[in-house]
């Protein structure tokens, strides 16, 4: 099983600041096979970026994401309020499936 | 209207078999393999069965593997998870989502909202 840490737990931010989350995998993964989603409290995840760089149907462009191998990134640029969050990447190997353990983007 | 709707939780002694039903709506269910992930609570989202479009396959995760049981019925647009043996630790909301394994890519793109389960004596 790939695990996949992701950092910083929670980072503190205000709106317009740019956001920048990490999140690493165990072993390299394919990018084809990364994807990101936000959660707010109370509602089920929402799909962000998969193909470890391609947003979701009405994701906005200060949304992005990167990486390759071990090393993706979600940038968040310029926050909205609506944007503060709890993140989750994701990867699928093998037949299995499993999601770092989120960073909450939280307003500082 | 896409969308997916759970049902079955509560409150449940340890050691029994509830069984949650999701069912879709919106879209062609039978195209499109499914998965359980869930959520203990203030905790992250754990991956837990998938189930392929045409119920040929299935994977479970290591955590549920000999207890849980996926299945479908692609007649009624509908996902199961059938639960055994549970225990405290299985307390979670649990999620079903639609996969997307297009080409290379593979994600979810359709979750439902969930049905919370607990275990408790």
């Known amino acids: 099983e790939i695990v996949l840490t992701q950092s910083p737990g929670t980072l503190s931010l205000s709106p317009g600041e740019r956001a920048t989350l990490s999140c690493r995998a165990g072993?390299?993964?394919?990018?084809?096979?990364l994807a990101w989603y936000q959660q707010k409290p109370g509602q089920a995840p929402r799909l962000i970026i998969y193909g470890a760089s391609s947003r979701a149907t009405g994701i906005p462009d200060r949304f992005s994401g990167s990486g390759s191998g071990t090393d993706f990134t979600l940038t968040i640029n310029r926050l909205e309020p609506e944007d503060f969050a709890v993140y989750y990447c994701?990867?699928?190997?093998?037949?299995?499936?499993?999601f770092g353990q989120g960073t909450k983007v939280e307003i500082k | 209207q896409v969308q997916l709707v759970e049902s079955g939780g509560g409150v449940v002694q340890p050691g029994r078999s509830p069984r949650l039903s999701c069912v879709a709506s919106?879209?062609?269910?039978?195209?499109?393999?499914m998965h359980w992930v869930r959520q203990a609570p203030g905790k992250g989202l754990e991956w837990v069965a998938v189930i392929w479009y045409d119920g040929s396959h299935e994977y479970y995760a290591d955590s549920v593997k000999g207890r849980f049981t996926i299945s479908r019925d692609n007649s009624k647009n509908t996902l199961s998870l059938q639960m055994n043996s549970l225990r405290a630790e299985d307390t979670a909301v649990y999620y079903c989502a639609r996969d997307i394994h297009s080409g290379s890519l593979r994600y979810f793109d359709l979750w439902g909202r969930g049905t919370l389960v607990t275990v408790s004596s």
């Open positions: 072993q390299s993964v394919s990018s084809t096979y």
């Open positions: 919106g879209f062609s269910f039978s195209s499109y393999g």
């Open positions: 994701q990867q699928y190997g093998s037949s299995r499936w499993t």
